[in-house]
């Protein structure tokens, strides 16, 4: 089940929290570099963060979150991230499908990964998003999709 996610509740933002460190872990390994944001974040920068969270529960688990902002004329997928220990059971897709499908503004989607981060660049083409350009964020490249 998807929800809205209450960072009020100490115990939803640790479970977050937890949840965000481990997965960009594994995206820290995939792309050679641990300069991903979420990343560097503490858990009051989270819980301040500007953006709408909405999680994935099974058994009163988050096993994933995706996390939503307004960019210009854009919805934004500002965040990903599923547990490594549900990668592969489609809960990265039934997120992005949920981001889809309640965008009440019928925005473009758009949406950031690392360059090397295959698993996630195949979703997001897998989910019709289109690759609109390749750039530099630091010491990382950065591929960026869109869906109209």
């Given at each position: 089940m998807i929800q809205r996610l209450d960072f009020t509740n100490p115990a939803t933002l640790n479970a977050a929290f937890q949840l965000q460190k481990e997965a960009y872990e594994q995206e820290a390994r995939l792309i050679g570099s641990r300069m991903i944001p979420p990343l560097l974040e503490t858990i009051e920068g989270l819980r301040d963060a500007n953006e709408r969270f909405f999680g994935e529960?099974?058994?009163g688990l988050i096993v994933g979150i995706i996390a939503l902002c307004e960019e210009g004329p854009y919805l934004r997928i500002s965040?990903?991230?599923?547990a490594p220990s549900h990668f592969g059971k489609g809960?990265?897709?039934?997120?992005i499908r949920f981001a889809i499908e309640s965008n009440e503004k019928d925005q473009s989607i758009v949406v950031s990964t690392g360059e090397a981060n295959a698993p996630a660049r195949n979703?997001?083409?897998?989910?019709?998003?289109?690759?609109?350009?390749?750039?530099?964020?630091?010491?990382?490249?950065?591929?960026?999709?869109l869906k109209e």
């Open positions: 529960t099974q058994d965040r990903l991230a599923v809960i990265g897709s039934r997120l979703l997001y083409e897998k989910l019709g998003f289109q690759l609109t350009r390749v750039f530099p964020a630091g010491e990382i490249m950065l591929a960026e999709y």
